[in-house]
T-cell receptor
Framework: GENVEQHPSTLSVQEGDSAVIKCTYS??????FPWYKQELGKRPQLIID?????GEKKDQRIAVTLNKTAKHFSLHITETQPEDSAVYFC?????????????FGKGTHLIIQP | GAGVSQSPSNKVTEKGKDVELRCDPI?????LYWYRQSLGQGLEFLIY????????KSGLPSDRFSAERTGGSVSTLTIQRTQQEDSAVYLC????????????FGPGTRLTVT
């Protein structure tokens, strides 16, 4: 089955700087790659996703890039703010997150230093 | 509108007892998922329902785990003869359809097996 590796496990950046979180996946048939944000004590929420037919997607300060050949994808957050502090999970699926669900990485704890 | 709800929010049980966890998805969502989140780990996919049907139960950790969904709505996850390694947060999610839709997560049930 699919295996998703996520790095780093903890990332501390100064407010206003950029943050990058990287994930690799093992199943070349995976075609859907969402990112979820989980604030302390809260439920995970989707922040951005990308399909395999697209190399990059942006939404304001957040962007995701996908390299299908290398089987890795990354989350980029620019101009970080205190409210960006959370645990971020990448995920992959060969069914768009349908019948095989989502295979998640172990998460990155992003800390924004004031 | 109302989001995904789960009950109980916390459950402490003795080893060997059976427990039942409940999920109420967003009204009209046909796809429903169960995940397990252990401390410091990512989310582990357990099972997916399309309507009342679960086409693949291989993600359930052992035969002590079972799940059902009735009326295309409420779902229950049952763990028989609980073990300490079953301790985790059990998250339910729903989406309008399966595949390429955001999965909306519930608040989770924290299960502690003593």
């Amino acid at each position: 089955g699919e295996n998703v590796e996520q790095h780093p496990s903890t990332l501390s950046v100064q407010e206003g700087d950029s943050a990058v979180i990287k994930c690799t996946y093992s199943d070349s048939a995976s075609n859907y790659f969402p990112w979820y944000k989980q604030e302390l004590g809260k439920r995970p929420q989707l922040i951005i996703d990308i399909r395999s037919n697209v190399g990059e997607k942006k939404d304001q300060r957040i962007a995701v890039t996908l390299n299908k050949t290398a089987k890795h994808f990354s989350l980029h957050i620019t101009e970080t703010q205190p409210e960006d502090s959370a645990v971020y999970f990448c995920a992959a699926s060969r069914s768009g997150g349908g019948a095989d669900g989502l295979t998640f990485g172990k998460g990155t704890h992003l800390i924004i230093q004031p | 509108g109302a989001g995904v709800s789960q009950s109980p929010s916390n459950k402490v049980t003795e080893k060997g007892k059976d427990v039942e966890l409940r999920c109420d998805p967003i009204s009209g969502h046909t796809a429903l998922y169960w995940y397990r989140q252990s401390l410091g780990q990512g989310l582990e996919f357990l099972i997916y329902f399309q309507g009342n049907s679960a086409p693949d139960k291989s993600g359930l950790p052992s035969d002590r785990f079972s799940a059902e969904r009735t009326g295309g709505s409420v779902s229950t996850l049952t763990i028989q003869r609980t073990q300490q390694e079953d301790s985790a947060v059990y998250l339910c999610a729903s989406s309008p359809l399966a595949g390429y839709y955001e999965q909306y997560f519930g608040p989770g049930t924290r299960l502690t097996v003593t």
